[in-house]
């Protein structure tokens, strides 16, 4: 029962660096997504995506890209980094049906110092 | 733009009381609202989804209940327990374009002491 997977869990980075943070999902889901959670605040939608081959912008885009070459990866890269993009990043996923739960995964914790 | 909106933001209360958490939401456009669960450090897990159709969803000790045209739903726990001690969050699905994401509330904080 695998569900929705991100990797890695936790990650420092200098100011400047990049990185790509992991999300896949053996559920056949067509919607995934990437939030952003800061401490107090409610979790904020960074980018969505449809269905392979389509993304789009959420609330708070800016610093991040992503792609969806794949039903099951929907990888987040912050190019970059600045320590305003310190969070907890969590990626979701559902079934097209707007009805459906969605599914969340643990989390990755970066730092960007 | 939509706003959903959770008071209060913690709460204490000891084992065996029954409580409510409160959600309200701005624009009663939507296809559902779903309460979910955060424990410390870990992702968040769905525990009722009411479609815009419904009242009330019900599961085990939990009750939850929308009224849409008002803007707010309930969350009621029923003789509460140390291990229902997390954050929980409301959050409501924009009636729209294809995918559209869920928009979050701020959560509340409940401690149950033994």
């Known amino acids: 029962n695998a569900g929705v997977t991100q990797t890695p869990k936790f990650r420092i980075l200098k100011i400047g660096q990049s990185m790509t943070l992991q999300c896949t999902q053996d559920?056949?889901?067509?919607?995934m997504y990437w939030y952003r959670q800061d401490p107090g605040m409610g979790l904020k939608l960074i980018y969505y995506?449809?269905?392979?081959?389509?993304?789009d912008k959420g609330e708070v885009p800016n610093g991040y890209n992503v792609s969806r070459s794949t039903t099951e990866d929907f990888p987040l890269r912050l190019e970059l980094a600045a320590p305003s993009q310190t969070s907890v990043y969590f990626c979701?996923?559902?079934?097209?049906?707007?009805?459906?739960?969605?599914?969340f995964g643990s989390g990755t914790q970066l730092s960007v110092l | 733009k939509q706003e959903v909106t959770q008071i209060p933001a913690a709460l204490s209360v000891p084992e065996g009381e029954n409580l409510v958490l409160n959600c309200s939401f701005t624009d009663s456009a939507i296809y559902n609202l779903q309460w979910f669960r955060q424990d410390p450090g870990k992702g968040l897990t769905s525990l009722l989804l009411?479609?815009?159709?419904?009242r009330e969803q019900t599961s085990g000790r939990l009750n939850a209940s929308l009224d849409k045209s008002s803007g707010r739903s309930t969350l009621y726990i029923a003789a509460s327990q140390p291990g229902d001690s997390a954050t929980y969050l409301c959050?409501?699905?924009?009636?729209?374009?294809?995918?559209?994401?869920?928009?979050f509330g701020k959560g509340t904080t409940l401690s149950v002491s033994s």
């Open positions: 009411i479609q815009s159709s419904q």
């Open positions: 559920m056949n889901h067509n919607y």
């Open positions: 979701a996923s559902s079934r097209q049906n707007p009805n459906e739960k969605l599914f």
């Open positions: 995506s449809v269905g392979a081959g389509i993304t």
């Open positions: 959050a409501v699905r924009p009636l729209g374009q294809a995918g559209t994401a869920l928009i």
